[in-house]
């Protein structure tokens, strides 16, 4: 008979005897456990003790979290949280080296216990430790300790960054503007910077005043990639806190200037090719962390046009009016002017006219609509400028038309320029977890402007192709964008690699890819077919199915909920060969190959699964409703539910890995797998089968008598690989 819900079997550790097994009844209340424990032992005093796990992270239990200890799980009888934090104080005030190195080393482990740092924090210890930054006498390994402390306890959230002096800041920036600094006292003071900058808005002011640009330069040009992530998480979160008017400014030098002026630093060639040379193209491999960041950079780069492309055209704005002047003056350079008022209007209305603009009369009206606003004349006159050559054959092969395909160049401009903010999300905040950045993008000083001038061409010679009419303008645009879709997920290094790709995808091609691709996804209607579809669909269900499982087995790697940082933020899980028990555990980094069972700490029961939940019903969504959470994360979380009123939660790192861990997880429970991935995959794979059937069918010559049609349908004799 099973043990009931309320008692856990454990271990119980002390050095220098032997463990004790007991009966934990989670009904009884800690103090009367500890009690029982101390009194075996003959310890006096079981208040100055606790229990923590002995494994892991070696966390304290306590009423609130002791309902996470599982069945087999080993404990430690230690000092109390309160007591080992009154100790661990005294230690690192004292005057022998020794003891304060040993006591900051423990600090440094034991502070992310939230247990014990409520009671370190308690007794002024976060006062303490920036005593100690401050006074400039901490080196090395002392000093290493001492920063990852303090930087364990602020991220509890338990002490408002807000308190933090000047002077902290001043010495937190002088490690990180030194030429030469230990590696481990680095990162934590880059860390340190960024989660002031994140966490208070008067801080992020006193930051940006101790840290320039070409100060971070050199941290991005060595070759530990953990650094380089640091230092470009920092300028991404200055630039994601700098007010609006500080992010437009320009300035004369930018190695100079402070990191509030970030929209010229960012587009300064030396900036860009050091990120390019040393990280994108660098001799290693590009890690998750730092390809999010690379994303959040780009992300924020691209932020910058949305003030113009949220701005309209004030049609009696001189000065704006004269760009359009402008790029009639390019077009039609050298023709004469007339004189008269009447007939120059008339010229200018035929001109706009041959430029593609939709009002003749008065173009400022079609900028006038917000997305793109400004940004699409001001897409066009960089066109106009720097491709002049370029900006002339398009206008004046179409305008010399006189067959209805002429291309509207001022009409196709604009709703082009919407088109690439639309696709390159231009206004949006970063979502978390997202590594979507583009190389592309850092090839160039104008990377905007040239990817505009690429997709303006593009768009021309699609026109042309299409034959098009301007009643076909939207299905031209359609065709367009589905083009810059599928180049840019091929993810091309540069600019003219990025041609190449749209050369390869005419229209013609487009034409071949969406014909194969409606011919995988046929939904034949004739009786025979939907009654052959119906007796083929279980057993490809049942394919998928150990597909999905068979990859549980394997396993895969997950972001630990909520945490920005760079160190201990992974966890694996996979599930045993015997599809019985989900086995989970942290990880010190991203593994590179399948990690052990053994390594594996934790465990649940496939038999106490309840059911799954996904986006906003996850609890761990829901405990963050306070935060802003971006709607990429809400479509990447899910939690298993399980006996006794637990949960396990998770945000995949992708939507594929997404599909395929709930869709496993409802096949553990029994339930039907309804994911977008398994109904791709189901009618991919009963195509595929139905056309082996149907050509096998074609080369068959029917008897007289025909054979019965056998009940069973035929083996399946493919593999289908969904990696």
């Not at 992270?57 to 080992?84: F, H, M, V």
């Not at 049609?315 to 350079?333: K, S, Y």
């Not at 690429?454 to 065709?479: G, S």
Request: glycine share 4%.
């Amino acid at each position: 008979m099973p043990p009931p819900a309320d008692i856990v079997k454990v271990a119980i550790e002390w050095p220098g005897a032997n463990a004790q097994l007991i009966e934990m009844d989670q009904k009884r209340p800690l103090t009367s456990i500890i009690r029982e424990v101390c009194d075996s032992w003959s310890l006096s005093g079981s208040e100055q003790f606790a229990l923590r796990y002995a494994d892991g992270p070696q966390l304290y239990i306590t009423e609130q979290n002791r309902c996470e200890i599982k069945n087999g799980t080993i404990l430690r009888l230690a000092i109390s949280p309160g007591r080992a934090a009154r100790q661990l104080l005294e230690r690192i005030q004292s005057h022998g080296i020794d003891a304060r190195l040993e006591a900051l080393k423990e600090l440094a482990k034991l502070s992310a216990d939230p247990t014990f740092a409520a009671e370190f924090i308690n007794m002024e210890g976060i006062g303490t430790l920036a005593r100690l930054v401050e006074s400039g006498t901490q080196f090395g390994e002392m000093l290493a300790f001492t920063l990852t402390a303090f930087l364990e306890l602020m991220d509890h959230g338990i002490v408002s960054w807000d308190l933090i002096s000047l002077s902290f800041i001043k010495q937190i920036a002088s490690y990180v503007n030194q030429p030469m600094v230990d590696v481990s006292i680095l990162q934590r003071s880059l860390a340190i910077l960024e989660s002031m900058v994140l966490n208070s808005h008067s801080l992020y002011h006193r930051v940006a005043q101790e840290i320039t640009v070409g100060q971070l330069i050199g941290h991005l040009q060595v070759s530990n990639q953990e650094i380089q992530t640091y230092a470009i998480a920092l300028i991404n979160a200055l630039f994601l806190k700098a007010p609006e008017d500080r992010r437009q400014e320009v300035y004369a030098n930018p190695l100079e200037q402070h990191l509030t002026e970030m929209a010229s630093t960012l587009a300064q060639k030396h900036l860009r090719s050091i990120i390019l040379n040393h990280v994108i193209r660098g001799n290693r491999p590009i890690k998750a962390e730092m390809a999010h960041q690379l994303y959040v950079l780009q992300v924020l780069t691209f932020n910058l046009l949305e003030e113009r492309m949220m701005t309209k055209m004030d049609p009696n704005d001189q000065t704006q009016r004269d760009v359009i002047f402008e790029l009639r003056r390019i077009a039609f350079d050298g023709e004469n002017e007339p004189t008269g008022t009447e007939k120059r209007k008339a010229l200018y209305a035929k001109d706009y006219k041959m430029l593609g603009f939709t009002n003749h009369l008065n173009p400022a009206m079609d900028f006038t609509q917000t997305p793109p606003g400004m940004l699409a004349l001001d897409n066009m006159l960089y066109l106009a400028k720097v491709h002049q050559d370029t900006y002339i054959r398009i206008v004046l092969e179409n305008s010399s038309r006189e067959d209805k395909h002429e291309c509207p160049f001022g009409r196709c401009a604009i709703d082009l320029t919407r088109i690439l903010c639309e696709i390159l999300q231009v206004g949006e905040l970063p979502n978390e977890g997202c590594n979507d950045y583009h190389p592309m993008f850092f090839t160039h000083d104008r990377a905007w402007e040239e990817f505009f001038c690429i997709c303006i061409q593009l768009l021309n010679k699609t026109w042309k192709e299409m034959r098009a009419t301007p009643e076909d303008f939207n299905k031209v645009m359609q065709v367009v964008r589905e083009q810059i879709t599928r180049a840019l997920a091929m993810k091309p290094s540069s600019l003219d690699q990025l041609k190449n790709k749209l050369r390869g995808l005419n229209y013609s091609e487009i034409l071949r890819l969406r014909q194969s691709e409606r011919m995988s996804q046929d939904d034949f209607h004739s009786p025979p077919i939907i009654e052959l579809r119906e007796r083929i669909q279980p057993e490809i269900l049942e394919l998928i199915k150990q597909q999905r499982l068979n990859r549980l087995c394997e396993g895969s790697c997950f972001r630990k909920v909520g945490n920005r940082r760079r160190q201990e933020k992974f966890w694996f899980c996979r599930l045993s060969l015997n599809h019985k028990v989900l086995h989970y555990g942290d990880l010190d980094e991203s593994p590179q190959g399948e990690v052990p069972f053994e390594m594996l700490s934790d465990k649940i029961l496939v038999s106490d699964m309840k059911s799954v939940v996904t986006g906003k019903d996850c609890p761990h969504m829901k405990e963050k409703s306070a935060l802003k959470q971006n709607k990429e994360v809400l479509e990447l979380a899910f939690s298993v539910l399980y006996d006794p009123d637990e949960t396990l939660n998770f945000v995949a790192p992708n939507k594929y890995e997404y599909c395929i861990w709930t869709d496993a997880l409802c096949a553990l429970l029994g339930r039907e797998m309804s994911s977008d991935l398994t109904r791709s995959d189901l009618d991919t794979l009963i195509s595929m089968e139905m056309k082996l059937r149907l050509l096998d069918l074609e080369n068959i010559t029917i008897p007289e008598a025909p054979p019965p049609i056998p009940k069973e349908p035929s083996s399946y004799n493919f593999t289908y690989n969904y990696s």
